[in-house]
């Protein structure tokens, strides 16, 4: 790897410690001990990328997916095994050959089956999607280090973890979470709307860039929390890509009869015909028998969709380039709360408006 401070090309033992033998400097992170692979060029690289060079702000959950995307495309299930079980198969086939020991070709048949069968499995997608790093081990196996060694977080991620609610605290700003009181000073008689986020982190980065108080905004959680808020303008509702999502689409409108909600959150349909679009999945979360009824029953699904949602797939909100993500809530939120003509809100309320067909470059995706 590379020294981030002298530039010196290391080898494993010239960097001990995680200290380079050359400027006695200590760095975060080596590729060799990192579950995610990560060198602190890398991540350097990578900030810079997601914030625009330093134009806007991200939380560190948005670094979190983009550090883990490049292993998300790829499978890790059985990589040592395999390379294992194929050499000893040979291995034990040479030597019942030259031993002439018949009686060890069993085992070496049982050892390529079991190679086979690995081989088959990673084919079919065997552990793709799974993170090898979850976004709440991120920050303890990532930024804690960072943090150790450069005495903060790299330049441009909001420090989240002042409270577990979501606060930018490095950035100065209120808590997220304070946003999504109805009784709050967002939520105040006369707001435009209220913007529907599960997503604590992607609220702190909205709140960060000030977009709910430009467009007059109430941010809630939940469609019971939306119920509450004392204001008759239209509700967005902005969620990741996936069965909860969907499911919360649907439950903020059965909470809200009447009241225009538009569907801010990336279609489905667009995410799986994006290539730069990486999915991942989380086991724990898979939707249940009864959500897979009331999805299959909407009608708005091919079987394709409704089998990749059950699998319990999903693309985050914080997936998606931060800069772009702002812009097209702006945009949305800009349309709904200056009074869009009927026809453009009725556009709006079918979720058509929200996410273009044809996507940019992916600024962090090239690594």
């Known amino acids: 790897m590379i020294c981030p401070h002298c530039e010196r090309n290391l080898l494993r033992k010239e960097r001990t410690g995680n200290r380079c033998t050359h400027c006695k400097r200590t ?51 059985g ?33 390529l089956i079991i190679g086979l069968g690995i081989f088959v499995a990673r084919v079919m997608g065997a552990g793709k999607g799974i ?29 989240t973890a002042a409270s577990d609610t979501g606060t930018a605290g490095a950035a100065g700003q209120a808590d997220p979470a304070g946003a999504a009181d109805p009784a709050g000073a967002t939520g105040a008689a006369g707001t435009t709307g209220v913007l529907v986020c599960p997503d604590r982190a992607v609220v702190a980065f909205l709140v960060a860039d000030g977009l709910p108080a430009r467009h007059g905004l109430a941010v809630v959680r939940t469609p019971a929390e939306a119920a509450a808020v004392p204001s008759k303008g239209p509700v967005l509702v902005l969620h990741d890509t996936d069965a909860d999502g969907e499911l919360l689409v649907r439950g903020v409108r059965e909470a809200l009869p009447g009241r225009t909600v538009v569907d801010v959150g990336p279609p489905l349909r667009t995410v799986l015909s994006l290539p730069q679009a990486v999915p991942y999945r989380d086991p724990r979360r898979r939707p249940g028998p009864a959500d897979l009824r009331i999805l299959t029953a909407l009608g708005t699904y091919t079987p394709e969709e409704l089998k990749w949602l059950g699998q319990g797939w999903r693309f985050p909100l914080v997936g998606l380039p931060p800069a772009r993500l702002l812009a ?14 009927p026809d453009r809100r009725r556009a709006a309320d079918l979720g058509f408006l929200t996410w273009p067909e044809a996507a940019g470059p992916d600024p962090a995706g090239g690594r």
């Open 328 to 341: 097209v809530v702006d945009r949305v939120a800009g349309q709904v709360s200056h009074g869009a003509d």
């Open 131 to 159: 993170p090898p790093v979850g976004r709440e081990g991120f920050p303890a196996l990532v930024l804690s280090p960072w943090r150790s060694v450069y005495g903060g977080l790299p330049p441009g991620v909001l420090d």
């Open 27 to 77: 760095y975060a992170l080596d590729p060799k001990t990192n579950p995610l692979r990560l060198n602190d060029l890398r991540v350097r690289r990578i900030t810079t990328a997601l914030t625009d060079g330093g134009r806007i702000a991200i939380v560190p959950d948005q670094l979190w997916y983009a550090l883990s995307r490049k292993r998300l495309r790829d499978s890790d299930f």
């Open 79 to 111: 990589q040592g095994c395999l390379g294992g079980a194929f050499a000893g198969a040979g291995f034990v086939t040479v030597v019942a050959l030259f031993a002439e020991a018949p009686a060890l070709l069993p085992a070496s048949g049982a050892l």
